[in-house]
């Protein structure tokens, strides 16, 4: 079809405007070939004849509302210029998106103005996307570059250009950020955050306030990001790129020097500036000259301390900081030396000036050397050297020329540094390059700058054009489209006219050559050159100082002033010379390097003769424009080595004012930065291309029955495109896509309408006739019926008359009356009925108020007496407690008295042991003696006579020593008789109470059922008794064994004692012997006799000690035993408080006594109390009635207790044998078990057809049988043991989501059960009795409950981490890209040409099902492993969360997404989700109520957005998202058919300001990695310990049940 064929009735066009650039026009009449106007209206209803030329050019159509705003530009089927400008203003002022692609390129708006697009959720909601799946971003560019490195193995460039205030900055930003955040190495040299920390200083030293931006970068940049093997960063290199260098000096009006002075003079108050004597930005002369010192918003101090913190981020040194500083202080002084001038050609500077002074003091130079020759000359002629001085403005030029050089080294110095400390460790495998670099620039005045901007814009773009085309070329080759080549521009010309052999270039670096060369004489040799000789090149009208060429954007026109000067860059000899020998090493290092480079002119060289041809080259090499020449020849090798992916930073507006577009300034950088060329090449080929499932969905009502029936869909398109489109040049069928020339889909869309129109029509005529003939047949039947009425009426009117009137009447006379007589007997019936019923219920009633009245008469008496009864019973337990108080204080007395009496014993014992060791150092003496009297033997017979005396002294001490044992035995039979005796009197009473309690017992029978509710009551006291009595029992098994020691322990006394008497006999003996040592045996016998006077005297009273300690605890062994022997004879239910009371006082003896006297003077208090003590009594019976199982436990122990004693053992019954939930192993074995029950287990295979948690039971009755052995490092081990196992199995499984769920689950149950058996009371109390027997006796694990507790926590959330990955890529294919209701297609013509390396082509398809799926895999996991419920609930609700999340923030991020027909889409989704969890029981999870946000979402594409009552229902509903998110939806809302309305921008604006007081999050995301607080619930288990059997397959054969 013919392009002019579309210029019909109703469609519009764009005609060009001088204000707007483009205005829409509609044609009036259609256009036929060779009219020569075209009849249009504009939008504000001006008609107008719009003349064609005499080419008969026709103005460009206007695509469909349907495709403006679209996400790619060469979606558009018209692609030209006004339809990409208005594409733009509707995409950025009605819907606020700032980035729109085209082609390849980004173009990117600057909104002025902060946006929420830049989170860290965005950037996890792009990593990972294919490019064109979501709405268009800077970090789709960054992900795309990213892929594509990974995937090929290949470097990538991101280049990013614009004019000055566009945004290149940030965006460049962006982009290192995003790569930064992806590709987080985990090292901890934080390589990310040190080239992040490079962007402030670069800032800092290289942008500065315009009048176009605030931080305008003022060279160019590009930076390479190295990554390794992993594609993770390992640092990073920039290259820089002409340095303004004026700016340091000049700075127009409004506009500032660079960010870095400002920010000193802001902290010139600071310590560490103080030396570098700084004054206010507006007193320093460089920092003052465009008026501006301040930017709005912009805190200098605070940028300082950023600046210095990104220093020492990247590890630049302190001094080194200082150093720069230093120098940038000093430049700042050298613009304040003041320059005075002495006539015509002389100047000066004095050296008392105070700024001279500063500058060198700071930078360690000369004062009398700068000051000299800042003002003179040294001219070499042949034979001598001149010193000449110069006039103030060539010192002037001087003194900034030097402080432009210092600048750029310090500026070359710090990037240095800056690469230094981004050089990492590691071998770089691939690199990204992001080039920041200026665009097309064009001013009033334009000069040398501006040429080589625009220079290198040339190079830039002609490296786009040619990779523009290669793309095509390879598109088309992958489709198999025939290829036929494309004309596109090419700006080799200009560039061969600007750096060609004698290009511009080489003349100016010639007339440099030449000391006298002027920019005049440069400019004549470009005229004479070019001049008529290139069609690029031009000479302005008016003007003979500059020349025009004719860029691939616009003509620009240079002033040739200041070309040379700036080109050769000159600084004089010797003020170099100065600066070299400064003390300050920064600085002269500066100088010193320049000597490798010789500078163009040192000074002024008048030589003889002409340079030759060598030195001239040498020094061509060091020009501005030769090095700028060559160091953009290898950035374009470097581009040329890499895939460029492009950006392109556009101002909407020159006021810097949010979200306003001028036309005027947009469309000159679109013309500027390519895109329009891109357009263009589109243009030329087929730039609109579907696959053919989207043409098919979209096109299906365009074709017939017959077609829609065959199966094959790519056939059924090709066949619908060749009856619809006759020229098959119009469209080409590739493999997967139909590609579409210019004009071809907004003529299928016209069809479409026009089909879709014609239904409308046809349904709107049956609608309206089936309303009309309703309403006629309607109106018919009332027609009808009014007819039968008349027509009646007129029938009665003809057939009646007189006499037949009178008859009636009489009839209606009579029937009057019999009809009142009959009502009236009627009447009289019912009245008697009525007056008989209310009789009897009157009666009926009355006597029910009179039983009422009487029973509430008895109630009242009842209560009296009631309240009367529970009165008296709270006395009574008042007093039960205060008895119980009284007794529990009576045993803490005995416990005492029992303590000081085991502390006299161990008394008693200590000196005992002092006793024997006395007795053996007597022993010791008297072996010594021996020896002495073995020496004494001649004296033995002067000694016999007194021999004999003592012999007979030591036989009185002997028979003296017998009957002191013969008494002490006497003094023991007569303590056992004693004891006997007491002991029978306390059995005697003990039986003369318990009579009496026996009589109390039968009289108070009677009112056994009186207290038969206080039971309850009595248990938990009866069982703390029972405890006590236990407690006490054992103590006193504890006393009588330490009795008995002692006991044996003073036997052995005795009978050492008896020996050292023998012995001291046979010592005697052998006295008469020695006769010769008279004297001395004499002394010792005295000594010796004394002292065994004094141990016999001290023995007595040890030995009566002894006795009297013997007895009492004879005693209370006695008493012990009595009791046991009635317990195990007389043990019975209805004696069990009785006995247990004996114990008491049978344990505390003089305590008893008192007991028994006190209870014998209060007998008649005792019979006072008789119903209190028959009441208490009564409840024990009971409580032993219903205690069976405890009396037995208590048995048990008595019988234990009975084996420790080794007495009556065949008395008591055997107790039948059970396990005791306990798994004995061997130390040497717990390896052996942690291999098998944590390492070799497997969650397939044999778990499945365990109990849930058996593994976590195993573990644990391990556990309980080193408790039970009470071995503390058996336990540590095992515990250490299981925890190491647990961990080591889950990392080396941490992607396996069955092993996480099977041991999340064995953690949970291994928890629970350190919890359900530790023996406190609020964990017990939900066992049984059989389980709480099972409880933890020696150790407390609270402890380890919290590592359990934690690592239940990490396996948990690596758990969801799983589920996270698992479900990621299903939920925007499956909730929002799925159709999953049939019929209603939510796609939307868009022809977007994706990325062929962003995207799989065997991707498979997801869909809601896919998600199910999934969840019913997880969830079938979980029951199958045991998890409980509110375990599964809690995974469920964070999945769904997920679900949730990552489905809104896709609707967020993609304008696609945001159509009424898919809200319905979604709705439809959530629903079937909704039917999962009721499928599954899960309602009660809360899961669907974390769906919330989207399903307001879903609802808010769906409902009315238009007037003011849905903008406050909005408001209303949409509760869980926020204002921002509201927005967005609303400003993203896309038609998919022109029979949909746009959301109007100032119902935006109207719901805005209905949200504007709700407070929430200014986030536009939801965070995905947000995650609820995991619980886990205590669940006792049901499951027994001691019935729990080991399956063999766990190979645990070496544990043993218990």
Known sequence: MALSELYTKYNRVWIPDAEEVWKSAEILQDYKTGNSVLEIQLEDGT????????????????????????????????????????????RFVESRIIYTYCGIILVAINPYKQLPLYGDAIIHAYSGQNMGDMDPHIFAVAEEAYKQMARKNKNQSIIVSGESGAGKTVSARYTMRYFAMVSKSGSKAHVEDKVLASNPITEAIGNAKTTRNDNSSRFGKYTEISFDRRYQIIGANMRTYLLEKSRVVFQSENERNYHIFYQMCACADEPEFKDLRLLRADEFTYTSMGGATSIDGVDDRAEMAETRRTFSLLGLKETFQLDVFKVLAGILHLGNIQIKSKGTDTSSVSTSDRHLATFCDLLGVSVEGL????????????????????????????????????????????????????????????????????????????????????????????????????????????????????????????????????????????????????????????????????????????????????????KVEYQCRGFLEKNRDVLYEELVDIMKDSKFHLLSDFFQAEEQVPPLSKGINVRPARPGLKPANKQLRTTVGNKFRNSLSLLMETLNATTPHYVRCIKPNDEKNPFEYDSKRVVQQLRACGVLETIRISAQSYPSRWTYIEFYSRYSILMTQSELGLMDKKQTCKNVLQRLIQDPNQYKFGRTKIFFRAGQVAYLEKLRSDRLREACITIQKHLRGWNQRKKFLRMQAAATTIQQYVRGKRLIRQAITAEMLKQAWAAIVIQKYCRGFLVRQVYKLVKVATLTIQAYARGWLARKRYRQMVADHKAVVLQ?????????????????????????????????????????????????????????????????????????????????????????????VILQLQAQNDRLAQEKQDMERRHADSVQEMKDSTEVLKKRFQE???????????????????????EKQVEAMKEENRRSREQNVSFQQQIEEESQVNRDLQEQVLQLTKHVKVIPQFKQQVSELQRHNQDLEARITEQAAEMKGKMEDVSSSLRSSLEEEGLQRRLLEQQK?????????????????????????KQQQAESEAKSRLRLETSRLTAENMDFEEQLDMKDRLIRKLQNQIKSLLKVENANQNQVSAVPKEYLGMLEYKREDELRLIQNIIFDLKPRGVVVNMIPGLAAYVLFMCIRHADYLNDDAKLKSLMSSIIDGIKKIIRKHQEDFEMLSFWLSNTYYMLNSLKQYSGEEDFMKYNTPRQNKNSLQNFDLSEYRQIFSDLAIHIYHQFASVMEKALMPLIVPGMLEHESLQGISSMKPTGFRKRSNSIYEDAELCTISSILQQLSHFHAVMLQHGMEPGLIRQAVRQQFFLVGTVALNGILLRKDM????????????????????????????????????????????????????????????????????????????????DFEKRVAPSFVRKVQSLLQDRTGSTQLMLDTQYRYQVIFPFAPSPQALELIQVPHSLKLGFLTRI
């Not at 008969?56 to 495709?67: A, F, H, V």
């Not at 109390?1000 to 009866?1022: A, C, F, H, P, S």
């Not at 109520?1489 to 989207?1494: D, G, N, Q, V």
């Not at 921002?1524 to 993203?1532: A, R």
């Open 47 to 90: 008609v107008l004849n719009y003349a064609l030329d005499a080419n008969q050019e026709l103005p460009p159509l206007r695509n469909p509302d349907i495709l403006v705003g679209e996400n790619d530009l060469t979606a558009l089927s018209y692609l030209h210029e006004p339809a990409v400008l208005h594409n733009l203003k509707v």
């Open 1129 to 1153: 004879a007389e043990f019975e239910r209805e004696k069990a408080e009785l006995e247990s009371r004996l114990e008491e006082k049978e344990e505390g003896n003089t305590q008893l006594r």
């Open 1000 to 1022: 109390e017992l039968g009289r108070e029978e009677r009112q056994r059922k009186i207290v038969e509710n206080n039971i309850e009551i009595q248990k938990e006291d009866y």
């Open 1458 to 1537: 945001c159509s009424c027909r898919k809200g319905m889409q979604i709705r439809c989704n959530i629903s079937y989700l909704e039917e999962w969890l009721k499928e599954k029981d899960l309602q009660a999870s809360g899961a669907i109520e974390t769906m919330e946000p989207l399903s307001q979402a879903a609802w808010l594409l769906q409902v009315s957005k238009s007037t003011d009552e849905d903008a406050r229902q909005i408001s209303e509903t949409c509760t869980e998202l926020s204002p921002v998110q509201i927005v967005k939806i609303l400003n993203s809302y896309t038609p998919i058919d």
């Open 864 to 956: 009296k007496y009631a309240r009367a009864w529970l009165a008296r019973r709270r006395f009574q337990n008042i007093r039960r407690l205060v008895l119980n108080v009284q007794l529990s204080y009576r045993v803490q007395q005995l416990k005492k008295k029992l303590e000081e009496q085991s502390r006299e014993n161990h008394g008693l014992l200590e000196r005992l042991t002092t006793f024997a060791n006395s007795r053996a150092q007597d022993l010791d003496k008297l072996q010594r003696l021996e020896t002495e009297l073995s020496k004494s033997i001649n004296d033995r017979k002067s000694l016999e006579q007194r021999e004999k005396m003592n012999k007979e002294n030591t036989d009185q």
């Open 371 to 554: 000051s000299r020759w800042l003002c003179h000359r040294r001219i070499v002629l042949v034979a001598e050297t001149v010193v000449k001085p110069v006039p103030r403005e060539r010192a002037v030029n001087a003194r900034d020329a030097l402080a432009k050089h210092i600048y750029a080294h310090l500026f070359d110095c710090v990037i240095r540094n800056i690469n230094t400390m981004l050089r990492f460790a590691g071998k770089q495998h691939t690199f990204i390059g992001v080039l920041d670099i200026y665009g097309f620039e064009t001013f009033e005045v334009n000069s040398f700058e501006q040429f080589c901007i625009n220079y290198a814009n040339e190079k830039l773009q002609q490296q786009f054009n040619l990779h523009v085309f290669k793309l095509e070329q390879e598109e088309y080759m992958k489709e198999d489209i025939p290829w036929t080549l494309i004309d596109f521009y090419d700006n080799q010309p200009v560039i061969d006219l600007i750096e060609a052999k004698m290009g511009i270039l080489d003349l100016l670096d010639e007339e440099c050559l030449f000391p006298q060369g002027t920019d005049q004489n440069w400019l004549q040799k470009l005229y004479n050159n070019y001049l008529d000789k290139n069609a690029l090149f031009e000479k302005p009208r008016m003007s003979n100082q500059a020349f025009v060429i004719q860029h691939f954007a616009d």
